[in-house]
């Protein structure tokens, strides 16, 4: 898949992140994906692509975001209106960051399959960015 493309053409983490999530909406439009950086209180979002339900920095506590981190695995939530993904990825046991993707309820039923996938890019991120803190 594409995805494993993304290192060849990213120079920083940042493009990698950027690059992930642009691999991940470009084939679906109703799909929307972001990636949320923690820091000492909340999550930042680093990169998005579509209308994701987070504001661009969230205190830890007030969303799903803390649910999932404090979880400490990939959870789902649905609506009527949304299917929310949202996989977290660590550094041995220190969390990151946390992959979220969105899909319209009525555009497309989220299967098992994904929720591998999606398990899967996460380890994948995980693994890209020891390579990236180890460059810089």
Known sequence: MQIGCVPDSASTLTDFYVGIVQVLTDPLDDLC???FLTSANAFHKI???????????VRFGESLLSVVAIRGKLQCFF?????TIISPFYN??????????????????VTEEDLI?????????ENQHIKYETMF
């Open 33 to 35: 994906a972001a990636i």
């Open 79 to 83: 609506t009527s209106q949304d299917q």
């Open 47 to 57: 990169v998005s692509e579509g209308g994701v339900p987070f504001t661009d920095q």
């Open 117 to 125: 996938f999606v398990r899967e890019v996460s380890r994948f991120i």
């Open 92 to 109: 041995g046991h220190h969390l990151i960051g946390q992959l979220v993707i969105v899909v319209q309820a009525s555009r497309y039923k």
